[in-house]
């Protein structure tokens, strides 16, 4: 089983650019790059040799640095077939359902529309590791920019239907913002509250709260439990279907 190396480099005010190395190829992908020299030069000091772009989406702050990188180590650019117009210098299209090989190690693309109309997340079975971009956040979930209530919901219940160990490498430090609404729906959540005492104490260290477990976001992620009977209450929903009670959730975080 290979298991990749994943470096993570914070950019902007609370951007995260992931590089990850195939160590039996070399292979070497940057995912969702916002800017190129910080990429660039953790790729130097690292000895390693980039190779491809693996984006989830369209926005500026995840393909800002493409096509410097493309032109400083001719790597293959891939991202979603459903945006084909607005990934630059994108060489691959993938989708739902696909199998891309970074070197010896499969990524599994989902189709995760909601944030974006083309939004895709990548898992590594082997690692355990989903690149999501904007989909998941810890304690969160992207805003609906060009999506509905309706896919985001559907591509939230795909994406937690993964093992539990799953580390979810999102792309924002959302965490302790996050957490402050969550406690307003759900104040009586253990699993919540073990989840904000965590972070307080990794954020006081000036450390980075993700990545996170899918297992954990499962049990307190409220845009994860929108299904769930005793948060629909608790929100004073008892009884609605469950895109009624995420698009809820989402629309008081909008305004939180």
């Known amino acids: 089983m290979t298991k990749l190396d994943i470096r993570q480099i914070p950019v902007l005010s609370d951007n995260f650019i992931y590089l990850a190395r195939e160590p039996d190829t070399g292979c070497v992908a940057v995912i969702d790059p916002a800017l190129a020299e910080p990429v660039l030069a953790e790729a130097k000091r690292l000895d390693w040799r980039i190779t491809h772009i693996l984006n989830t989406h369209h926005h500026p702050d995840h393909v800002g640095g493409n096509l410097e990188i493309k032109k400083a180590t001719n790597c293959t650019i891939v991202g979603p077939a459903h945006d084909p117009d607005r990934i630059p210098g994108m060489d691959i299209q993938v989708k739902d359902g696909d199998m891309y090989d970074l070197g010896a190690t499969q990524m599994q693309v989902f189709f995760v529309p909601g944030h974006t109309r083309g939004h895709i997340a990548?898992?590594?079975?082997?690692?355990?590791?989903?690149?999501?971009?904007?989909?998941?956040?810890?304690?969160?979930?992207?805003?609906?920019?060009?999506?509905?209530?309706?896919?985001?919901?559907?591509?939230?219940?795909?994406?937690?239907?993964?093992?539990?160990?799953?580390?979810?490498?999102?792309?924002?430090?959302?965490?302790?913002?996050?957490?402050?609404?969550?406690?307003?729906?759900?104040?009586?959540?253990?699993?919540?509250?073990?989840?904000?005492?965590?972070?307080?104490?990794?954020?006081?260290?000036?450390?980075?709260?993700?990545?996170?477990?899918?297992?954990?976001?499962?049990?307190?992620?409220?845009?994860?439990?929108?299904?769930?009977?005793?948060?629909?209450?608790?929100?004073?929903?008892?009884?609605?279907?469950?895109?009624?009670?995420?698009?809820?959730?989402?629309?008081r975080k909008d305004i939180f």
């Not at 989909?135 to 805003?143: E, K, L, V």
């Not at 985001?152 to 996050?178: D, F, G």
């Open 122 to 251: 990548y898992w590594s079975k082997d690692t355990a590791a989903l690149f999501c971009g904007d989909t998941i956040f810890s304690i969160g979930c992207g805003r609906l920019f060009e999506g509905t209530p309706q896919q985001m919901w559907t591509s939230l219940q795909r994406l937690r239907e993964l093992p539990p160990e799953t580390r979810i490498y999102c792309a924002h430090e959302y965490t302790e913002a996050n957490i402050r609404f969550s406690l307003t729906i759900d104040p009586n959540n253990m699993a919540l509250l073990r989840r904000a005492a965590e972070v307080k104490e990794l954020r006081a260290k000036g450390k980075y709260s993700v990545p996170s477990l899918l297992g954990e976001e499962c049990a307190a992620n409220p845009f994860l439990r929108a299904d769930n009977p005793e948060l629909a209450e608790a929100i004073g929903m008892e009884g609605k279907n469950a895109v009624d009670v995420f698009a809820e959730i989402r629309r």
